[in-house]
Nanobody, 125 residues
Framework: QVRLVESGGGSVQTGGSLRLSCVAS????????MGWFRQPPGKEREGVAG???????TYTDSVKGRFTISQDNAKNTLFLEMNSLQPEDTATYYC???????????????????RGKGTQVTVSS
């Protein structure tokens, strides 16, 4: 089973940028669809972006045009480039994976069977 470790979180001001990374180890990376979900303080978890095994990409509406998901298959690494950050983007961001494609297409975080421990992103106004 793949193991996921996120990095790259931090604190930025409104309008700033961050790049999250997620290194996958322990299994064949291309076997999984990969994605990101987040949990804002005091709120429910929500899917952010997913890239399926055919490399088709899905974003939640609130991040379209600002966030970019990508991957480096040679390095078993998933990225989330976040630009024009807003205070409402403040959350713990989790990297996630699943053997099926549905989690990445639907961005239903409950469908991701493998999850990292998360990295904190804080955006101040």
């Amino acid at each position: 089973q793949v193991r996921l470790v996120e990095s790259g979180g931090g604190s930025v001001q409104t309008g700033g940028s961050l790049r999250l990374s997620c290194v996958a180890s322990g299994s064949t990376y291309r076997t999984y669809c990969m994605g990101w979900f987040r949990q804002p303080p005091g709120k429910e978890r929500e899917g952010v972006a997913g890239i399926d095994k055919d490399e088709r990409i899905t974003y939640t509406d609130s991040v379209k045009g600002r966030f970019t998901i990508s991957q480096d298959n040679a390095k078993n690494t998933l990225f989330l480039e976040m630009n024009s950050l807003q205070p409402e983007d403040t959350a713990t961001y989790y990297c996630a994976a699943d053997l099926g494609n549905w989690a990445c297409k639907s961005l239903d975080w409950t469908q991701f069977s493998i999850r990292g421990k998360g990295t904190q992103v804080t955006v101040s106004s």
